[in-house]
């Protein structure tokens, strides 16, 4: 099914331990974002990309590291897990013209103690 | 940079009764502006899109909303809301021409109650 799919749906880490999220597109979309979402606060942009080889930081980057190697895969680390990092993580994804825009996944739910 | 703000945290409605809820954006360009939806438990979804042209647009189940450039707004309207309208509601903007960069308000809890 087209979309975009975000792996795991649920995860616990330890204080300092490190991980990736993983988020595939399947749409041949140029843009792809990472979100986290808390309560009260709406979501709030990580990083994002426009293309392949291509990233910036957004809102909220401190903590993450991403990389695009392709079209279709957009990854994000964290490097040393936080329990500021317990959150609800999306990916989306959106063609450059954003004209039916975002698609999100389903989400990773974050736990970090 | 541009922000949204979404006044209304948590909005407590009747079945049947009528709906606004507000978005402001700050951005001194042109805007694409969205709201998104998204049910307990599930990823946002897209409700409706303004990108041009008539002010008032109308999205999926029912929900309309208007572009008042003079205000920044883009206020989300349901003439009569369902049981199934519970959600949590977000506004977003993004400039003009770009998809890089979608801004979204902390949005606004909706609750029907039967």
């Known amino acids: 099914n087209a979309g975009v799919t975000q792996t795991p749906k649920f995860q616990v880490l330890k204080t300092g331990q490190s991980m990736t999220l993983q988020c595939a597109q399947d749409?041949?979309?140029?843009?792809m974002s990472w979100y986290r979402q808390d309560p009260g606060m709406g979501l709030r942009l990580i990083h994002y990309?426009?293309?392949?080889?291509?990233?910036d930081q957004g809102e909220v980057p401190n903590g993450y590291n991403v990389s695009r190697s392709t079209t279709e895969d957009f990854p994000l680390r964290l490097l040393s897990a936080a329990p500021s990092q317990t959150s609800v993580y999306f990916c989306?994804?959106?063609?450059?013209?954003?004209?039916?825009?975002?698609?999100f996944g389903s989400g990773t739910r974050l736990t970090v103690v | 940079a541009q922000s949204v703000s979404q006044h209304n945290h948590h909005v407590i409605l009747s079945e049947a009764a009528s709906l606004e809820l507000g978005c402001n954006y700050s951005?001194?360009?042109?805007?694409?502006l969205f709201w998104y939806v998204q049910y307990p438990g599930q990823h946002l979804q897209l409700l409706l899109k303004?990108?041009?042209?008539?002010?008032l647009v109308k999205g999926i189940k029912g929900f309309e909303a208007e572009f008042i450039k003079s205000k920044f707004s883009f206020n989300l309207r349901k003439p009569s809301v369902q049981w199934s309208d519970t959600a949590e509601y977000f506004c977003?903007?993004?400039?003009?021409?770009?998809?890089?960069?979608?801004?979204f308000g902390t949005g606004t809890r909706l609750q029907v109650t039967l």
């Open positions: 977003a903007v993004i400039p003009t021409g770009t998809a890089s960069k979608l801004t």
């Open positions: 749409m041949n979309h140029e843009y």
């Open positions: 303004y990108f041009s042209g008539d002010p």
């Open positions: 990309s426009v293309g392949a080889g291509i990233t």
């Open positions: 989306a994804s959106s063609r450059q013209q954003v004209g039916r825009g975002y698609t």
């Open positions: 951005y001194g360009g042109t805007v694409n």
